[in-house]
């Protein structure tokens, strides 16, 4: 369970970057977009965008588990990138001849431009809502029983949202528009690509949440209240531990997710990955809320970092949609399906 | 990171199944439902006679032995199967203690009946004044004043609580008070008691999840000194070394998975009144896989422990952030499945062998103390607080 010391080179290594390219004010001046170009092209510079691609076609050969460390690292200072959704989407493109061999791939490898999935079919032609969406030159999506890689102009806008996230409708009919797969096998790629994103989100939750945790923690020992640290008191602490097993708990489920991704096991891949997608999206929720909770009327300030973590917490999971329906999709995997006739 | 199981630890697992398959019956399950005492003298002196007990548990200054993993899977697989398995474990324990505490009186004359099997002990840590603050044990160990060069004899007056099997053990492990001057944790001193030393007598206490506990009282005790486990007035140290195998792998922390897989079983068949089957509505689906997700995240945190002492290190508060994680995921399981099954969730089992039906009640009985025993929730996250997270003790 422990991460393998070249695990822990590639982990520390974007520690470092984070920390260095992404203190807090990164994250505060992308708002409202939720994007930061800046930081994109540093990130560039690392590899990172093309990490998911096999190294024979440019990218950086990756583990999943890799990808999941950076994600952790990448979540934990609320980095204002769609990495998730290039790593998700890229790896798709690589998975397709026809991906592969478009024009613009070694671009979308390199980091040069942003590809990003949509989470649901299209709808007469439009992604509603695709995560990354505002800033990206591709998307991914299901148009009808075609899997299509578009390129098309960023609008570079976003509406209003709680997280600050890039999302934006993006038509999957005009621009440059290129079939991936059609059929079951559209299907397939598309499922396992939402795997890939909720697997990188799950990382980018359990590190959100670590760090949510650790600035919780760093309130309350330096709030006084009643001549003490607000952390002395047990009701505090005992609402911090509570955090602790969680937090622990959920961020191992993403790495076996990960794990099991790397053994070529790609069914139990996505059962996991559900899994740890729900899960650290509840923990980041109940984290985040604890913290900014002990943080008292100063939580809700926008001074204080811990409302960008809340915000987050909710935004960047709830692009699937309602988690109750993942649940369901999950009771199909471990269940098998529902009889249809009574389903409702 | 590698979550690839170990073959070895595998291989055992395997081994561990086919034992359970070749001596476990209905009856004794049944019998162990029905009379409160999961411990069964035959199905332990079989598992003793595998050399199980006597090898023990590798580390903790121990050279040879099982791998920590294979004892996590060991109490694991007892759990999935419903073996009684308290003796087991109460026996390793003990055994585990005397081994690096004991004096040679107590592995020559005691250790080899836990090991083969003809003994096990009980828990003599809580009162009925003290639970959570174990340190607060007013059970009181008087030397009584002898002749020079006899071997001292020790008084002992008290009452322990929550003894469980003390009914069916040949000693109780007894935490006591030697001196009251002396600071709560310092005044404190061990003994390892046989039964049948005169003045010992218990009760029965009845549980809402069906075990039988016992309260344990002891009058006018003369105890030899040679039944003293650990230096005078050093209990506290004792008990460190009993808490750390309690807190570690001795025993299941998956129950949710023993029950979610019986009540997907059932749902599948189960009928609401319109004739829809209860595996085919939405709201149960849903609940029934955020209980699969506890349970993987449960199954992960609950096997730290025992990686980590695996790997020769010692490990710190994992198991308290295990035990408060499974068992606060198992009472959700557990009330979950309660309501889902409606009415019929309230039905208590018959007790009659092969009855599958009950299992609802009987986890939502029997989860509550889960959260208790080895420990309270808030104990743990005290643990988890003060050790874990560096805040300041508050207590």
Redesign the interface.
Known sequence: ????ED?KTVRDAFARFFADRCPINVVRDAEPLGHSPALWARLRETGAPGMGVDEKLGGGGATA?DLLLLMQEAGKVLAPVPLAEHLAATRTLARTAAGRDAAWFGDAVEGDIIAVPALHPAVDGTARLVPGGAVADVVVALDGDELVAVRSDAPMTAPPNHACAPLADRGVRNGDRIVLADGPDAEALSARMRADWQLATAGALAGLSARALEIG?AY??ERRQFDR?I????AV??G???L???I???T??A??A???DD?GDTAEAAR?AS?AF??CADVARNTTYRSLHYHGGYGVTLEYDIQLYFRRARGWPLVLGDP?DE??R??DR??GP??PE??? | ????PKPSVEEFRASIQRFIADHLTPEMVERAHRTGTFHDWEFHRALAATGIIAEGMAGAGRESGRDPLELYVLFDEMGLAGAPFYGLANAMLVAGVIEQIGSEFHVAEVLPKFHSGEAIAALGYTEPGSGSDVAAAATRAERIPGHPGDEPVWLVNGSKMFTTLVHEAGYIILLTRTDPDLAKHRGLTMFLLPMDLPGIEFQAVETMGGDRTNITYFTDVHVPDRWRLGEVNGGWDVMKVALAYERGVFGNMNQGVTLLRRF?DWARTAERSDG??L????AV??R???I??DN???A??AI?PA?IASQGKLPTTEGS??K??ASEAYNRAAEACQEMAGVAGLLSPTHAAGEEWGFVDLAARDAPVTTIYGGTS?I???N???H?????R??
């Open positions: 369970m422990e991460p393998t695990q588990i923690i309350t020992q640290p952390a002395a008191f047990q602490q005992q911090l531990a509570d602790v097993g969680p622990d708990g959920t191992l489920l790495a076996r990960a794990w099991a053994s996991l899994m729900l899960a109750d649940y369901l999950l009771a471990l269940f529902a009889a009574v389903t409702r | 990171m590698d979550f690839a997907v829809t089957r595996i085919d509505d939405p689906r849903r029934l896989a955020k699969a997700v993987e995240v449960t992960l945190l730290r990686l952030v295990a408060l994680y808030e743990q996250r005290n988890i607080a003060e874990r997270l560096g805040l300041p508050a207590r």
